[in-house]
């Protein structure tokens, strides 16, 4: 099997996995409790808190959350008052921001959003919170977080910055009050994520409880997945460069080997290049994907597959529903090499134009 799908979740690195197997085979303490064995527990979750922290902006606290969607659900609505974001976010913070009696602002062609709109709809509607994802996780697309924080700052707004895709991958930008993390878009485990909160700000509990975790979140946090993540992080702190290389140079590799009959949806320069959002005119992407079993790829946002309707993120960036349908996403990274990702494009080329001289 030739995995590209490293949007939906990465490998888990072997460095992470060695953190997490003494809390998963003889250590089983609650790290909440005061002895020995709980205090040896909450010392592991601290230190994968600092190995996490070292990856963000200073001035904030980090509470480990059970992924990215408590988080972004937890940022959304602990703040009093509506939320504002754009068309091409998550669902996690869509439905979130609807939840609030949110707006959701359209973006361009490319998948950014214009400055200049955000500004006047900001201005009208007042929110008390911008939501932006750095990078998309559909086409790759990278916003320009700071500006957007500056902005919202401007009308007495908080800034949340969903840098799922992005922790690890690219700097996270200042000026953010508000970011949610997620462990296994970075070689961790599932099951485990991260608020970034800024030191002043101050949010309303989505869980109530025992309030383990500050600023307000309650659950008894694990271990095992807290030294899964700070050791996923701790690496990609070490790895960042060699990372960023890799994936630069097998992007580069990736679009001479397809050529120009596929279109690459999104921001050309604007982008993180370990995605690759393409569309074939006509491709009927069930079919390719039934012909090519042992190349994991997708057609858009794993939390959406299966829904039977067109990506919400080509649909945003004005894509019809049938080029929204004949686009494939091709995800890549630490551990893909240059042969598996040509010789799986190779495949993807021939299938897709097999499809086309067959109709």
């Not at 030739?2 to 809390?23: C, I, R, S």
């Not at 790895?239 to 050529?259: F, N, Q, T, Y």
């Not at 990506?311 to 995800?331: N, P, Y």
Request: glycine share 10%.
């Amino acid at each position: 099997m030739t995995y590209l799908d490293y949007q939906a979740t990465t490998p888990l690195a072997p460095e992470a996995l060695a953190a997490m197997l003494p809390w998963l085979e003889s250590q089983h303490a609650n790290p909440h409790s005061a002895h020995a064995p709980g205090r040896a527990a909450r010392a592991t979750v601290e230190v994968a808190r600092d190995q996490v922290a070292a990856l963000l902006p200073p001035g904030g606290r980090i509470a480990f959350t059970s992924g990215a969607t408590e988080a972004i659900n937890w940022a959304v609505k602990g703040v009093a008052g509506p939320a504002l974001t754009l068309a091409t976010e998550h669902a996690a913070v869509l439905d979130s921001v609807a939840a609030t009696g949110g707006t959701v602002l359209r973006v361009g062609s490319d998948g950014l959003v214009d400055l200049d709109s955000l500004r006047a709809e900001i201005a009208d509607r007042r929110p008390a919170l911008v939501a932006a994802m750095l990078v998309n996780n559909e086409i790759g697309v990278i916003q320009p977080v700071a500006d957007i924080a500056a902005i919202a700052h401007e009308a007495g707004a908080l800034m949340l910055c969903d840098a799922v895709q992005g922790f690890g991958r690219v700097p996270i930008p200042e000026g953010c009050d508000l970011i949610a993390l997620s462990a296994h878009k970075i070689h961790g485990p599932k099951g485990v994520g991260a608020l970034w909160v800024r030191d002043e700000v101050n949010l309303a509990p989505l869980l109530h409880g025992g309030g383990q975790e500050a600023p307000g979140r309650s659950g008894t946090l694990s271990p095992a997945l807290c030294a899964g993540f700070g050791a996923a992080a701790s690496l990609a702190t070490d790895r960042v460069d060699a990372d960023r290389a890799h994936v630069e140079h097998l992007s580069a590799l990736a679009l001479a080997r397809l050529g120009p009959d596929w279109t690459l949806n999104g921001s050309p320069s604007h982008r993180y290049p370990g995605n690759l959002n393409l569309r074939f005119p006509g491709l009927d992407v069930a079919r390719l994907m039934s012909d090519l079993r042992d190349i994991a790829f997708s057609a858009g946002s794993a939390c959406a597959s299966g829904s039977g309707r067109p990506s919400h993120v080509l649909k945003a960036i004005g894509l019809s529903d049938a080029d929204a349908r004949s686009s494939i996403r091709i995800g890549f990274g630490r551990y893909t090499s240059d042969t598996d990702l040509a010789d799986a494009l190779a495949r993807i080329d021939a299938a897709a134009r097999a499809q086309r001289i067959a109709a």
